[in-house]
């Protein structure tokens, strides 16, 4: 398999065309994903498809857009996860089937995929990523059957892991969310049709009243004038990834009934109580701190103050894939205002550590500028483990916090103190019983069965102790 992805979605179904508003749609979820774009569309049974490497207003432009012409389609943006960036990796990915031409974007990631392809004799499947070979099965299936939805529910129910779809078949529009509802997906009503969107700012934009979001499981037949359903069998928990809220979608998405940002800012404020901290200010790092930062000023009565100011013209430094990129951009991103910081002890707030070369280089700024102390405040659990569930992170050494204590990662990026908001503290802030919840990635254990790795049991968080 060449590479595993999480992206974004937008998918719509309209009594007029409907390439422009996906193009919009993709540029409000661009944070998703920087290194592909595309867009398939359906017309008269027949799909066109535009994609290549780049961001949504480099793939696309005015005469690109004008050749998608239809009133339903599929639009993605992806990064992948092993720098290798081709535009034939770009989604959506397309085939041609017995029933007519089929289009496929996933966000999310297959983690018995190539079991299934081995099982299920496919030829030459060992070179695809995961979404291709799902897009063979489905093929497969549709060659046995002319009712999509159940083609796509034999082909999901063989298929394990994260995965919120959308799916042209012909001129019919399909979406899908994983059994444990681990990324999301969410319906709304456009004035002259449906449209299917990972994050709610999508339909605020197309003016779309939300509906709500997928059900784990569901699948949604999306027309013109209705949402047709149908569901798979579900586990006994959900499983929603954690990471959505503290890190990757948008603040003001409304993700399962939970606006993001506050659930930021509530961290902020647990992390505020967990961790009194002697100091004048609290800076976040822009813009990935900012509401948890708001929640630990509010918390702690402390004034918060913007002394790191980002240049909005650099891509999120987490998401680049090759080392030397990261690193230079962040020495593009930040600068610190001297007058501001300058012999003050600050509270430093961010959303998580990774690799630990962001926040080191951002300390060493602060430093520079004469800030007296930096101390470092962070809204996730240190992450020690791989996630396989459609985020970048995937081997144990990336991280900056694998097989070191809390007091090992302070002096690695040079902090003066360093706390994390506890797992019962984050578990209490994002509002789910911890079995609702994977926190994989905090403690080793998934919701999905996962080769090598351990399933999730219902044990205590406090069983999760943390290092130092
Ligand atoms: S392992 Fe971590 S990042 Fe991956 S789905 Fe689970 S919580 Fe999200």
Do not use: W
């Not at 919009?24 to 920087?34: D, P, S, T, W």
């Not at 398939?40 to 050749?67: N, P, Q, Y």
């Amino acid at each position: 398999m060449r590479a595993r992805e999480c992206c974004g979605i937008v998918a719509i179904n309209s009594k007029s065309s409907i390439a422009k508003k996906i193009f919009f749609g993709l540029k409000v979820i661009q944070h998703r994903g920087q290194e592909a774009a595309g867009i398939a569309v359906a017309k008269d049974m027949k799909i066109t498809c535009v994609k290549s490497s780049g961001l949504v207003h480099e793939v696309f432009d005015k005469d690109t857009l004008e050749r998608l012409e239809g009133n339903v389609g599929i639009g993605h943006v992806r990064y992948s996860t092993t720098g290798v960036k081709t535009a034939d990796e770009a989604h959506p990915i397309t085939a041609t089937t017995s029933n007519g031409d089929i289009a496929i974007c996933h966000n999310g990631e297959f983690v018995n995929a190539e079991r299934v392809a081995l099982e299920k004799k496919l030829s030459g499947y060992e070179g695809e990523t995961d979404t291709e070979i799902l897009a063979r099965i489905l093929v497969k299936e549709l060659d046995t059957t002319s009712d999509p939805t159940r083609a796509i529910s034999r082909t999901l129910s063989k298929l394990r892991g994260a995965y919120s779809l959308a799916i042209l078949v012909g001129d019919r529009l399909f979406a899908a969310r994983d059994p444990h509802g681990i990324r999301p997906l969410c319906l709304g009503r456009m004035k002259e049709g449906h449209v299917v969107a990972s994050e709610t700012p999508i339909l605020d934009l197309l003016e779309a009243e939300f509906i709500r979001d997928l059900k784990p499981g569901e699948i949604v037949e999306v027309g013109n004038d209705l949402a047709k359903s149908f569901e798979m069998a579900r586990p006994e928990h959900t499983g929603h990834c954690m990471f959505e809220y503290v890190y990757f979608s948008r603040p003001d998405n409304l993700l399962d009934g939970r606006l993001v940002y506050d659930v930021r800012k509530r961290i902020g404020q647990i992390l505020a109580r967990e961790n009194e901290t002697n100091a004048d200010l609290v800076v976040p790092v822009p813009d990935s701190g900012r509401a948890h930062a708001a929640g630990f000023a509010d918390e702690s009565g402390l004034p918060l103050v913007e002394g790191l100011i980002k240049n909005r013209f650099v891509e999120r430094t987490f998401i680049l894939p090759e080392q030397r990129e990261r690193e230079i951009g962040v020495l593009l991103k930040l600068n610190p205002i001297r007058s501001l910081v300058e012999d003050k002890k600050i509270v430093l707030v961010d959303d998580s550590i990774i690799r630990g070369t962001t926040m080191k280089k951002i300390v060493n700024i602060l430093k520079k500028a004469g800030t007296g102390k930096v101390h470092v405040r962070v809204g996730c659990p240190p992450i020690r483990h791989p996630c396989y569930l459609g985020i970048d992170m995937k081997t144990r050494d990336q991280f900056v916090a694998n097989d070191r204590s809390v007091e090992e990662i302070r002096e690695e990026i040079g902090a003066d103190s360093l706390a994390y908001v506890s797992l019962e503290g984050l578990v209490e802030a994002i509002d789910y019983p911890k079995e609702e919840l994977c926190l994989g990635c905090l403690t080793g254990e998934y919701p999905v069965e996962i080769d090598g790795e351990k399933l999730r049991r219902r044990e205590r968080l406090e069983d999760f102790t943390e290092k130092g």
